[in-house]
């Protein structure tokens, strides 16, 4: 199994966000979290750094999983302990008003990606030429795409966007998504939205198609976001059934 995770301050903002993590148990499963914190101050790192190593922490003391319905009951599980851990703190002070986050959990166990997540941050699915959305954006935009108001392409540029219907603790409820996807000789590409607002789908294929190691696939990402884009942070992790564990962060 080989994982590469980074993240990037981008261009144009002060403080990072965006908190990627992993822990690998054996050659065979391992768990990978993505978060991309919002707030004032320094409220969205601590909700994403928080984030991340709550949901690793409790994986970590995990000893394994019985079948397909304990990892779904688990995942779903957990994000909604970190929302209540999160959704608290930020009533803890002015400070933390308004803090909260995205999040992605991937978990790989054999050839199976078990995914969760709340918010706009992203996982796909790459295999041969082909690179396939995973999650669905929890946004205003996207509830008017589904309901014929407007198009996919409007969605791309429309100055709504970014408007988030749910994120790790801004509110009590959430609807927390499950999916299950065959690794096979595929790549998962989990990402915050610092890459996919400045790469269009296209470009990230053009990317994973190379003839490059892992590593150099993600370099190339991350140079190119901030080439053509980089007006927020940019959060990125690979997963791959083959090769070994590699780990960089740039904050």
């Known amino acids: 199994m080989e994982i590469i995770t980074m993240v990037d301050i981008g261009n144009v903002r002060e403080i990072n966000q965006d908190y990627v993590r992993y822990y690998q148990k054996d ?12 707030g004032g101050h320094k409220a969205g790192e ?4 928080m984030t ?15 079948d ?5 009951n688990w995942m779903k599980k957990i994000v909604v302990d970190v929302n209540n851990v999160i959704y608290k703190k930020s009533q803890s002070s002015l ?9 992605v959990v991937v978990l790989i166990k054999g050839n199976e990606a078990y995914i ?3 918010g706009d941050s992203r996982a796909y699915f790459f295999n041969e030429d082909h690179l396939c959305q995973l999650t669905k954006d929890d946004t205003l935009v996207n509830v008017l795409v589904d309901s014929g108001t407007i198009s996919s392409d409007e969605a791309q540029f429309h100055p709504q966007k970014n408007i988030l219907l749910q994120a ?13 996807q065959r690794m096979d000789q595929g790549v998962i590409l989990v990402c915050t939205d610092g890459l996919y607002n400045s790469l269009f789908d296209t470009h990230i294929t053009d990317i994973l198609l190379k003839d ?4 150099e696939k993600a370099n190339q990402l991350m140079v190119d976001s901030k080439m053509l884009g980089g007006k927020d942070n940019i959060g990125i992790a690979l997963i791959s059934k083959k090769g070994v564990v590699e780990n960089e962060s740039d904050k």
Do not use: P, R
């Open 168 to 180: 790790i603790g801004v509110s009590e409820e959430l609807k927390v998504s499950f999916v299950v």
């Open 46 to 49: 601590i909700a994403s750094q």
């Open 116 to 118: 969760s997540h709340v």
């Open 95 to 103: 400070d933390f008003e308004g803090m909260g986050t995205t999040v």
């Open 68 to 72: 397909v319905t304990h990892i779904e």
């Open 212 to 215: 490059i190691s892992l590593k």
């Open 27 to 38: 050659e065979n499963e391992s768990l990978v979290v993505l978060c991309d914190g919002m």
């Open 52 to 66: 991340g190593d709550y949901i690793i922490n409790e994986y970590m003391q995990l000893t394994s999983f019985e």
